[in-house]
């Protein structure tokens, strides 16, 4: 899961296993939830994307559940390879106001490191 | 490429000079955003551009940092007397549209900044 702080969560699983990435978000007004992969020297790179009114959402070997109830996001990886090493960063974007404009900005978790070993 | 292109991908300067960061975003984005990212953080946000307004600048740290963008195009982020505090790797994203529709930001490999 998420923690707020200098030292990130770490996950180490093995090559073909699958992987379970938690974040946990505070702002109940947010309405649109992103998972990012960010390798070394690299800037984020978009996964996956899930709106509020969804609770799960798959792409190809990744899927993304929201639990609005507990304020929780996951993201899951099936088959888990070496490649997958990197950051993986959950974010999200806040409404505004009632009419659903949202702010512009995500807020970023710290991130969680995952490490496969072969 | 097609993607958010960012220059220069690394830059060293002395503290108290003035830098300018530079972001081309992905064709046909009208939105455009500014992070910051410190070793080992997460990414904290500076300013928010749709076309050439910012009607989000609530994250820009101080009266040192500013940004522009003009043509709907490329945006310019540039601090002033730089200080060490403001080492960090500095990231450009942009998304189709911002506000209401919800798009994915998609982000450059970011400009890293150090401060001697």
């Known amino acids: 899961g998420e923690s707020v702080g200098l030292h990130l969560p770490t996950l180490s699983v093995q090559e073909g296993d699958n992987s379970i990435i938690n974040c946990a978000y505070s702002?109940?007004?947010?309405?649109?939830f992103i998972w990012y992969k960010q390798e070394s020297g690299k800037g984020p790179q978009f996964i996956i994307d899930i709106r509020s009114n969804m609770d799960k959402r798959q792409g190809q070997r990744v899927t993304v559940l929201l639990n609005k109830t507990v304020k929780h996001l996951s993201l899951q990886i099936a088959a888990t390879q070496p490649g997958d090493s990197a950051v993986y960063f959950c974010?999200?974007?806040?409404?505004?106001?009632?009419?659903?404009?949202?702010?512009?900005?995500?807020?970023f978790g710290q991130g969680t490191i995952l490490t496969v070993h072969p | 490429g097609a993607g958010v292109s960012q220059s220069p991908s690394n830059k060293v300067t002395e503290k108290g000079k003035d830098v300018e960061l530079r972001c081309d975003p992905i064709?046909?984005?009208?939105?455009l955003y500014w992070y910051r990212q410190s070793l080992g953080q997460g990414l904290e946000f500076l300013i928010y551009?749709?076309?050439?307004?910012?009607?989000?600048k609530s994250g820009l740290p101080s009266d040192r940092f500013s940004a522009e963008r003009t043509g709907g195009s490329v945006s310019t982020l540039t601090i002033q007397r730089t200080q060490q505090e403001d080492s960090a790797v500095y990231l450009c994203?942009?998304?189709?549209?911002?506000?209401?529709?919800?798009?994915?930001?998609?982000f450059g490999d970011g400009t890293r900044l150090s401060i001697l």
């Open positions: 551009f749709q076309g050439n307004s910012a009607p989000d």
């Open positions: 974010a999200e974007n806040t409404r505004k106001d009632a009419g659903g404009t949202s702010y512009g900005k995500l807020t």
């Open positions: 064709s046909g984005h009208t939105a």
């Open positions: 702002n109940s007004a947010s309405d649109y």
């Open positions: 994203a942009s998304s189709l549209v911002g506000g209401r529709s919800n798009q994915p930001q998609h």
